[in-house]
Every structure is written in C-alpha cells, then in structure tokens.
C-alpha cells in the first residue's frame, strides 16, 4: 500500500528565511527521486529541492513568495509502493540541494572556502612572492567544466575576488583568490575540466597598498602563462580522450558576453543548457531581473525569427560591444540612485524595439487653428459630462481615420518576417508621464466610441497610471502610440517604435505662425509632429502619404464625417 509521507525542507546551511521563488510541481504531477519540487533563493544563492523519492505530489504546503526555514513542510507525497517499505527515516532523508551562487564573494565565503595557496617561490619578508592557486575541495564533484574566466593575466585582485566560474550539472559556482595579488599566469581555458588540486594561476602577493585599485601590471612583462585565455577554437588540440564541446551558442560568444552574473535557477541554467543558450545574452523578466524559462525559450524564439546563425555555423553572429565600466569617482563626487522599476523594464523593452525594428522618422505639420477654436468652445459641454476636453481625443479619432485609409499602419509583422497580421480593431496606446517613468495606456474601440467617451477613458487610465494602479492589461493590445510633448515644449523628435506594433506618432507645441492663404498672410496655429515607423512594413511613401492625410484630416475635421 501506498505511503504518504510530509516532504520537509533540508538542512541548506547557514540560510534562514529562504523566500520561495519558483513551485515546480502541481498536486496530482508525478515525480521521481531527485526531481526539483521548488526553487529557493536568499541575498547569497539559488536552490533547487529535490524529491525525496518517486511518487505522486499531494497537498502543496507553500506558496510563492513564502519564506521558509529548515524542517518546514513542502508538500505532501504519496510515495511509490517500491520504496514505502523503507523506513521513515530513509522516507525523510533528503538529498542534496543544488545551488547556484548569486554573489561572488559573500557566496564563495558560504560555499567554497578559499583556494589553498602554495608558495612557488620563497622571498625575504615584506617583498613579493609567487603563490599557486590550486583548486579546493569542491565536494562531490569530478571533472568540473571552466565557463568563465573573470581574470586575466596582469590584473589585480583582492582577497575573496573571484577568479573564474565552474558549472557541474549540479551546481554553478566561482573560485576566489586566497591571497591579494596580481595574475602571472592562468592555467586554465574555457572549457576545460579540473578537479580539486588542479592548478588554475599564479599569483604575485602584494600588498594592498602597493598599487592603485584597477590598475594592472605590463602583460608583457609577466612570465609567460602556461595557456591564454582566449577561447579555444573547435579546431585546437585537445588532451587525449576529451570530448570537443557540442554546446553551440544561440547568438554571441560567452567571451562577448557582458561582465555580471546570470540571474537564474539551476533548473533555468540546465534547460539554457540544453538548448545552448548563452544566459549572459537572455534578459531576465522575473523578480530581481532573475531569467525565468519564458526568457530563454523567448530568446530562442526571437532568434530563430531574426535569423541569427550560430558561432559554429560559420561567420558567427554579430554582438554589440559593451560599454566600458568607468569609475566617475576619479574625477569628483558621484551618487548613486537605483533606476527605477517602470524605467528598467521599459528601458530594457525600449532597447529591443530600437535594436530589431528599422526606424524611419517622417516630419511633417498640421493647421490647427479651427480644430483648437472648436475644442474651447466645447468645454461647458464636456464639463455637462464630467470630463476633461483637451486636444488628444481629436488627435486619437482622426488618427483611427487614417490606419482606416492605410491599414498596414494598423498591422504587425509575423514571428516569422513572412506575414503582416491586419488588425480589425483600433487601440491607440497614450503615453502617460508619471513620477515613476512613462508608461502607455490603451484606449480601446477608439474607432467606435465618441469624442466624449474617449475623453473619459483617458482621464480614467491617465488617473490610475499616476496613481501606479494600471493592470498588464491596460497597456496590452495597442495598435499604435501616441508620445506628446507638447505640453513641455519642443519643435520635433523621434520617438522609438513601441514593438510589435508598426508606427508611433510624436506630437510637439503648437505654435502661431504666419501662413501663406494666396494672398496674404495670416496667423495660423502649427502643430508639428513626427511618425517614426517599421520600415519593413512601411516605406517612405507610405509614411508621407500617411501623415499628409492626418495633417488634411487635423486641419479640417469635417473629414472626420466623411
């Protein structure tokens, strides 16, 4: 018969509570011995718990977000009929809990203790000396692979600086350097495999005073290495009975990666894995910038529709230089302030739409002036229904006009490239200033509701997104954005295409300007504004034959009825 046993968290060493990140089994899945049940994560590390043995999971007895400690219920366990003969100790032994460390240093001193140095050459007291760097007991691990190098020959490093990264299939973790110092020589490349006792570098033992912080020694002058730290190519020699590398690189190098760490849970790390992803190239949706599988199976999404070829497919895949990490405080008083949360993700969003869509700007002007004396002449009216009349209900009523006119403005392209998606409804997405960043509403049915109406929706969504009370689902399903900056002032700009959607309007302060009529001039009220659009769903004609109607339809909203 069947036992049902209470899976209980084990003893994860020196962490109290450890807050639930990830749940990866549902009541009713069915598990083997050494599955990952739930991810933890403290300020130091990532960790999976496993399974105690096979069986069917019950009751789950925590939640995401809890924070857990030692000998606290999981879940509950219907174990397989095989093993509920053991014994209920057997029953709750618990195996070892894999980790992936998320500090360098505070995670080397938990985990791994210091690399054991031996002395290479003996000096008189007070003058440097050569310490080998050995690899130290790693536990139960043999044959551990090299992914990163975070050193090389010359620099300097501290006591406790992480030296290079290992990966198991168990664990990922960083080696630190027992002494101060400055890299001589480094034993190893990416790729190879090392065990406890290895050498991995020599050190030159310095005292911290002796030389600058950053500053490195003259690589030329060093002794020679017994190996780079170029990575090795597929074609270079390697020791007898090793196996060359079947990993292969979704986009750049790991060498072309930027410096950091990769935010993620060993189970993340291994599905990366398999599917040779480089995680130091996949941004993190998850809390804290962690990379969830979403990410990576999206990475790998993204790149096979964009076409990217692998390292090893030949040519390699083009990757943008990283911007150097300068120490402003050389030059006078600095202060940090973490970016906000709405500017990190619409930076990081931002930043993909400017990268992946080919931005055409087009520039052009509208006559407002009939437009604006009929809005002020309707404020009682909308005061009668309670709303707040300003220019942008017209300005969102003749756009659906024109995407009515030339509907590839309201269209998306396919994963693939190949499609263009038409869309048979019209959400225009209003973008908010507020004190956190900017964020983009969607009005939705613009096509379908009146001035007044549209007016209202916008006061509502324009309140809550001030207020940090917009749900995802305000600011999904846009058909194409609104950006004005003509409340604070400007003549023109460009702004960045909201992907996957195909043109943004950017609309700049109006101004009174002399106009030619035929005969004379006179004082007319200009309003300049900008479509910035996908130029591989929009050509140039396209684009100014699009905003000639929009300026036509601003400048005499009759058209509106036609």
Known sequence: MAQMIEVLLPDIGDFHDVEVIEILVQPGDRVEAESPLITLESDKASMEIPSPQAGVVGE????????????????????????????ETEAEAQPQVEATTESADEAAEEQIPSAPAESAAQSPAGEPQLEQVLLPDIGDFKDVEVIELLVAVGDRVEPEQSLLTLESDKASMEIPAPVAGRIVSLAVNIG???????????????????????????????????????????????????????????????????????HASPGVRRFARELGVDLYQVPGSGPKGRITKDDVQNFVKRALAEGVPSVAGGGGALALPTMPEVDFAKFGEIEEKELGRIKKLSGAHLHRAWLNVPHVSQFDEADITELEAFRKSQKDEAAKADVKLTFMPFLMKALCKAMAAYPQFNSSLSADGEKLIFKKYMHIGVAVDTPNGLVVPVVRDVDRKGIFEIAGDLGELSAKARAGRLSPGDMQGGCISISSLGGIGGTQFTPIVNAPEVAILGISRAEMKPKWDGEQFSPRLMMPFSLSYDHRVIDGAEGVRFTVYLAQLLGDIRRLLL
């Open 60 to 87: 789950l007895k925590v939640a995401l977000g809890d924070k857990i400690n030692r000998d606290d219920p999981i879940l509950t366990l219907t174990a397989d009929q095989a093993a509920s003969g053991a014994t």
């Open 192 to 262: 190879d495999r090392v065990n406890e006792g290895d050498l991995l570098a020599t050190v030159e033992t310095i005292e911290p005073s002796q030389v600058p912080a950053g500053q490195s020694i003259d690589t030329a002058s060093a002794p020679v290495a017994s190996s780079s730290i170029s990575e090795p190519s597929d074609d270079a020699p390697r020791p007898p009975g090793e196996k060359a590398q079947s990993r292969r690189p979704v986009m750049a190098r790991p060498s072309d990666a930027p410096r950091g760490k990769a």
